[in-house]
């Protein structure tokens, strides 16, 4: 390997330059997820003491040193333990940046379902909802059955209707509270419990309806549309990402969208994303 250059008696190779620039990125990354979480702080408390494990084991001090070096064994298990999400959201990152849903045999089962998915009884809901001020939680998924959180709920395999989407989030219905799942263009289950986002960027104005919605967005890829209580406004979640206060038919293109085999992606959007730890910007463009 052709050497870059020297530094004392290191030699520097293009493999060494491109091994550090990895890691820096791989480390930056780690720190996005954790940063301002108290993850950051076990981490630096994890360092401090393997950085104490080290001057006790150069300074020959055998009982302190036998105690943490047994400490020390167990810490790759103490951290997947403590660290448990941070590791799930790292690995959700790699999976959505390897993008594999292009893929023919991934795809194969689909068969396009997803193009049986009736709009207008969605739509038509929302609208009544929207009037009347009720809300509604809604996750629509093309690419995932969405077990886990539909046993969380009522299963129901129903047909998409808009007198089945009143009834089941009108306030003296018992399936009111929580999300409505509808999987392969049927209603797979109501009442459903979603992860609710841990974001501390966003806006403290933003609802449990709205976090759950942003929640279920960031892990699997649906698109869910909230109808808020308060204001009746109509919101669209997305890849984490959301877009508040839409007309009906921006709403019905936007599921069009998501359903349709081929998406266009030059669509006029309201869509944008909040950073972590920046300043929340105005409602109209809320960023994740």
């Given amino acids: 390997m052709p050497l870059l250059f020297h530094i004392g008696f290191l030699e520097i190779t293009w493999v060494d330059v491109i091994d550090i620039a990895l890691v820096s990125v791989l480390f930056f990354q780690l720190y996005k997820l954790v940063r301002g979480t108290v993850a950051l702080k076990i981490f630096i408390g994890f360092l401090v003491l393997y950085l104490m494990f080290l001057v006790v084991h150069a300074t020959q001090m055998k009982l302190l040193s036998a105690i943490l070096d047994q400490f020390m064994g167990v810490g790759v298990l103490a951290a997947l333990v403590l660290f448990q999400q941070e590791i799930r959201n790292f690995l959700l990152f790699l999976g959505k940046s390897a993008d594999f849903q292009g893929i023919g045999f991934l795809n194969w089962s689909k068969d396009n379902k997803e193009a049986n998915l009736k709009i207008t009884p969605i739509i038509d809901a929302i609208k009544v909802l929207s009037d009347d001020y009720i809300g509604g939680l809604i996750v629509i998924s093309k690419h995932s059955d969405l077990a886990t959180y539909a046993d969380t709920g009522d299963l129901l395999d129903a047909e998409i209707s808009k007198r089945l989407l009143l009834a089941i989030f009108n306030k003296e ?16 289950a109501a009442r459903c419990i979603m992860p609710v986002s841990q974001n501390p960027s966003l806006p403290a104005n933003m609802g449990l309806r709205h976090r759950a919605g942003m929640g279920i967005s960031e892990i699997t890829e ?6 808020s209580e308060q204001t009746g406004q109509v919101s669209v979640i997305q890849n984490g990402e959301i877009a508040i206060d839409l007309s009906l038919s921006e709403v019905r293109q936007r599921i ?27 409602p109209q463009a809320i960023k994740h």
């Fill in 256 to 282: 069009n969208l998501y359903v349709s085999v081929k998406e266009e992606p030059n669509v006029e959007s309201k869509l944008t994303k909040l950073p972590h730890h920046q300043e929340s910007p105005p």
């Fill in 222 to 227: 649906v698109i869910v549309i909230v109808v």
């Fill in 173 to 188: 219905s018992p399936l009111h509270d929580g999300a409505v799942l509808i999987v392969e263009g049927r209603i797979k």
